[in-house]
């Protein structure tokens, strides 16, 4: 009895069929060819001719040619964007690699094909933001990571600002988006409320800027807004936001507390309740809802932020952090690691840079709500983040979890 005949190796033509071999190699061999061999019409012929010998073709026949023609900087447009819809492992050679492709070959083949290619996509050198924006918008996280990962793809703004969002969802993603220099302090400002520790403290050293520039530039701005006795409303939340000054000076007139760390103080003898919350927050010149969202967050390093802003002391900060029934020490005696983290962020913080962050959140979660905004944030109107500004973009993404969602 004789042995059977050995199978082919996963690369040789099947038997009977190298004919088709020799065509796809010489065709392939052709639509290669430079152009003082070949023109555009000679080629785009061959290669429609060869797409139908393609169809039939073997998986590993189509990944040789894929292979051939990865490296051309011409390809046929129709060729490309059959392959690039291949099985993944075809479709990459050219997803990855080939230059031929334009961006609307790639946006088109993105909103074709499925996960697998585009994670393939998220890591091709040079990506536009026509095609992040477009792999951005699957909320696959997969994608996202990869597009973020890539050093040499662009974000644009409402790309950056729609992982921002997504990053509410999915916190894996502010370390990544941390990193990426389209990132700004917009951005940065609302994503500290979803980040952990250590990206926070990431946001902090990096984003908590200076106003001393805006400060020089309209310093006296502030005579004229006074000699107008603070009639417009646009000039004077701007320059509220500028002035050096953070505590409410007509609030403390009008307090039953002497001052805001008597009101600090009196918090951390009876326990926080409501109306010495409201009073904190007019006394620190900020908004109810800002000292509201302040006070609840689990991490604490907003406490901080709020201490050094205002001008409070360490001392302030731990009857502050009293007031909360939050713990200092562990049962060993140790100091808690939360307590710790929060007295760091205090010691790490210029006083200037700490009310940035503390009146951005204040200006994008309070000053910029408006009926139309609160319905937004209640129905999770992610969708029409365009047609609002900066700061009612920022309150949505960090109230709507606060309203239901």
């Known amino acids: 009895m004789t042995d059977p005949a050995p ?8 038997p009977g069929f190298r004919a088709r071999h020799a065509l796809l190699k010489r065709l392939a061999d052709v639509v290669s060819l430079p152009g003082s061999r070949v023109n555009t019409f000679e080629r785009s012929v061959v290669g429609d001719l060869l797409i139908e010998i393609l169809r039939l073709a073997a998986p590993q026949e189509r990944h040789r040619v894929a292979q051939r023609l990865a490296p051309l900087g011409d390809l046929p447009n129709s060729l490309a964007r059959m392959l ?6 075809i479709a990459g050679l050219l997803i990855e690699g080939c230059a031929a492709l334009s961006d609307a070959d790639l946006v088109a083949c993105a909103r074709d094909t499925g996960i697998e290619h585009r994670v393939l996509m998220a890591s091709r050198r040079g990506l536009s933001e026509v095609v992040t924006e ?5 909320d696959e996280l997969p994608v996202i990571e990869g597009v973020l990962k890539n050093t040499t793809a662009r974000l644009s703004q409402s790309g950056v600002e729609a992982i921002v969002s997504l990053s509410r969802a999915a916190p894996e993603l502010c370390g990544h988006m941390l990193r990426r220099s389209e990132l700004r302090p917009s951005g940065a400002y609302v994503m500290f409320w979803w980040s952990g520790a250590e990206d926070r403290k990431t946001i902090l050293q990096r984003f908590a800027v200076s106003r001393e520039v805006m400060q020089e530039v309209v310093e006296d701005v502030f005579a004229m807004a006074a000699e107008e006795r603070w009639q417009d409303p646009v000039s004077r939340k ?9 505590r409410n000076r007509v609030a403390i007139e009008k307090s039953p507390y002497a001052s805001l760390e008597h009101a600090v103080a009196e918090a951390a003898r009876t326990g926080l ?3 010495v919350a409201a009073e904190i927050a007019h006394l620190a010149g900020i908004k109810p809802l800002t000292a509201a969202k302040i006070l609840c967050d689990v991490g604490g390093e907003p406490l901080a932020i709020l201490c050094k802003a205002t001008g409070l002391s360490r001392v302030d900060l731990q009857y502050l952090w009293r007031s909360i029934r939050r713990p200092e020490t562990r049962a060993d005696g140790s100091v808690h690691p939360d307590w710790e983290r929060v007295q760091t962020t205090y010691e790490m913080l210029a006083v200037d840079r700490a009310q940035t962050v503390l009146r951005y959140w204040n200006w994008s979660l309070s000053s910029a709500l408006s009926p139309a905004l609160l319905k937004a944030i209640r129905d999770g109107d992610d969708q029409g983040l365009d047609d609002y500004s900066a700061a009612e973009r920022a309150a949505i993404m960090a109230l709507s979890e606060n309203f239901g969602r």
């Open 273 to 275: 309740n409501p109306e």
């Open 238 to 246: 701007a320059l509220q936001f500028i002035e050096r000054r953070q």
């Open 7 to 14: 199978a082919p190796a996963p690369d040789a033509p099947s």
């Open 84 to 89: 690039m819809r291949d099985e993944p492992a």
């Open 134 to 138: 477009t792999l951005i918008a699957f």
